[in-house]
């Protein structure tokens, strides 16, 4: 048989052992949240795109959820503003904001959109203030005074929290050929705009549909064990006892409880996935392998 002949019977196969979990996830919204390393990557930036296209074709509801604070951050530099952080928090004044606002809905969102378009998709590009889909409120954060050891509060300006997701015009996508690509601006009832953690944003938007999964990609390979080994997969109990022992620790705490509170919402399961893995949404949703940690 030549080598021709055997690469197509190894696709044949791939496509028929894909079957099953196509079925599984037909017209269920999967909502994914896209930052970091496979943003940054071309070659990854292309693969997610057609890998986003596929789900689409394959049935599924596919939304996407992006971030960009490398972006806003080279931007910020450029205009010479600067930026001052609180407990690592980047703190948004007025005139950042328009900047955050400019290169999250703008620049990054539309070359996204402009990928998948190109792989074959039908992509539109919109934030949150965009029919009110987010409705936001500014976050509020506390910190513990190392010297006094009084807290206090944190003023971080126009950060957000998502107050209501309005799913109306995520329903209506989900009729029709388009996938919505999210920037993660939000507007308050009285027309403030603000800044929100796309992780946030994406778990939010999960909890409001109920969606099937939400995939969490991140720089990492997933939830890591107390000897660093990865855990392919958690219940809501596990995890709440790793964080309480410190072995989920610094940033992945945010993640696997934005993670917890979408499973707690309906959601069937949450995943941590290393983005910097090729076509790790396919080895995640359409392979027993996976490409992460799946918080259930």
């Known amino acids: 048989m030549s080598d021709n002949k055997n690469k197509y019977f ?49 049935g599924m509801n596919p939304i996407v959820v992006h971030g960009g604070g490398p972006q806003i951050a080279e931007m910020l530099e450029k205009l010479d503003i600067k930026s001052e952080f609180q407990n690592g928090l980047r ?51 506390t910190t513990l005074d190392q010297d006094s050891n009084i807290e206090k509060v944190l003023d971080l300006g126009f950060v957000g929290n998502v107050k209501k997701v309005n799913i109306g015009i ?10 919505p690509v999210i920037a993660p601006i939000g507007t308050s009832d009285d027309g403030q705009t603000y800044n929100i953690n796309a992780d946030t944003a994406a778990g939010a938007i999960a909890s409001a549909l109920k969606a099937k999964r939400l995939l969490m990609l991140t720089d990492i390979v997933g939830v890591l064990d107390e000897d660093k080994n990865l855990m392919r997969e958690l219940t809501t109990e596990k995890a709440e006892t790793l964080i309480d022992n410190g072995t989920i ?11 917890l509170k979408v499973v707690a919402a309906g959601a069937e399961a949450a995943v941590i996935l290393d983005g910097r893995e090729e076509h790790a949404v396919l080895l995640e949703l359409f392979t027993d392998h996976g490409a992460g940690t799946l918080i259930k």
């Open 10 to 58: 190894e696709m044949a196969h791939i496509l028929s052992e894909a079957l099953p979990y196509m079925q599984r996830y037909d017209d269920k919204t999967v909502v994914i949240k896209y930052g970091g390393h496979a943003m940054g990557d071309p070659r990854l930036a292309k693969q997610f795109a057609h890998d986003i296209v596929l789900l689409k074709q394959s």
């Open 91 to 141: 703190v948004t004044t007025e005139e950042t904001i328009e900047i955050v606002e400019m290169v999250l809905a703008g620049k990054i969102n539309k070359n996204i959109v402009q990928g998948i378009n190109d792989a074959g998709g039908c992509a539109i590009g919109i934030c949150g203030k965009d029919g009110n889909l987010i409705v936001a409120e500014k976050l509020e954060k």
């Open 249 to 259: 620790a610094g940033g992945m705490i945010p993640k696997v409880e934005t993670c």
């Open 170 to 179: 995520l329903e209506t996508f989900k009729q029709s050929d388009i996938i």
